[in-house]
């Protein structure tokens, strides 16, 4: 459920911010462009999707995500739950980004852990019922990560958005006892806020390999702050407020594309048919 939107803004550090969308090195002589990252303390932490759009869409845990980006000045406000777009909460997160134009939600989500190659893996059902196996390894891509399920509806005939929520360290690094702490919060504070960077993909393939052919919107958002709590909420089947900086730039999308994006999360969720 879409609980409050935008207007989008510019907010973000000029320099030293933790994290940045942007390109890897490229390979001489082999590639035209080096990986699209997400860089976390300017190192590598996430692949993403390629740059192309017609390829597969991927976020794959890297090596460089290993820590988490909480901001303890906003701890109690997070704890106590956002009742709207908070400025100051925003502006703070928005210091760990670079400095660029962001359109800020407040999403009110039911997270479901979701572990690769297991029942209800998108990268295992619906990727491969679009794109097929990966023409190399043949296999399903395969992210390096649990990651949580939140949301997805029809577009329209051609397009479906599929949403995320990308912890940058696995669950099991949490600590069970705080775990099980948020699942009695969460019993009694409904309103209890997470804070996620956010972009969104559009890829299509360019051939049709798989069993059905339409765009996938990826909105993914890649966790800063309630790493614990989100795992609390999956495990207790408990609804959790999440606060989005969705980038404008970032991701493989137009402006018009992420604009549309506060109109669709209001939709009621429907799954696809894939034959």
């Excluded at 699942?183 to 059905?212: F, R």
């Excluded at 993914?220 to 999956?234: E, I, N, P, R, V």
Aim: charged share 20%; glycine share 8%; aromatic share 10%.
């Amino acid at each position: 459920m879409l609980l409050a939107a935008g207007p989008a803004r510019v907010v973000g550090a000029a320099s030293e911010f933790r994290l940045r969308f942007g390109e890897g090195p490229k390979i001489p002589e082999s590639e035209w462009t080096g990986r699209r990252l997400l860089w976390l303390d300017d190192k590598p932490a996430f692949e993403l999707s390629f740059w192309c759009g017609t390829c597969p869409f991927l976020f794959r845990r890297l090596e460089g995500a290993a820590s988490t980006c909480s901001i303890a000045d906003v701890g109690g406000r997070l704890a106590d739950g956002l009742q709207d777009i908070d400025d100051d909460v925003v502006d703070q997160f928005g210091s760990l980004l670079p400095r660029g134009e962001y359109l800020p939600l407040l999403l009110r989500i039911e997270p479901r852990l979701v572990r690769p190659a297991q029942p209800g893996d998108y990268f295992v059902e619906e990727q491969v019922a679009t794109w097929g196996l990966n023409s190399f390894w043949g296999l399903p891509e395969y992210p390096h990560n649990p990651y949580y399920r939140t949301y997805e509806t029809v577009i329209d005939a051609d397009a479906h958005l599929f949403e995320f929520v990308v912890p940058m360290v696995p669950p099991s690094w949490n600590d069970r006892q705080r775990v099980a702490s948020y699942v009695s919060e969460l019993a009694d504070v409904a309103t209890s806020t997470a804070v996620a960077v956010s972009i969104l993909d559009v890829c299509e393939p360019a051939v049709d390999h798989g069993a059905v052919y339409f765009a996938h919107w990826a909105l993914t958002h890649f966790l800063l702050d309630g790493h614990h709590k989100m795992q609390a909420a999956a495990d207790s089947g408990r609804p959790l407020q999440l606060l989005s900086l969705l980038s404008i730039d970032a991701g493989l999308s137009s402006s018009d594309q992420v604009a549309r994006i506060p109109s669709l999360r209001m939709a009621a969720p429907t799954r696809r048919h894939l034959g």
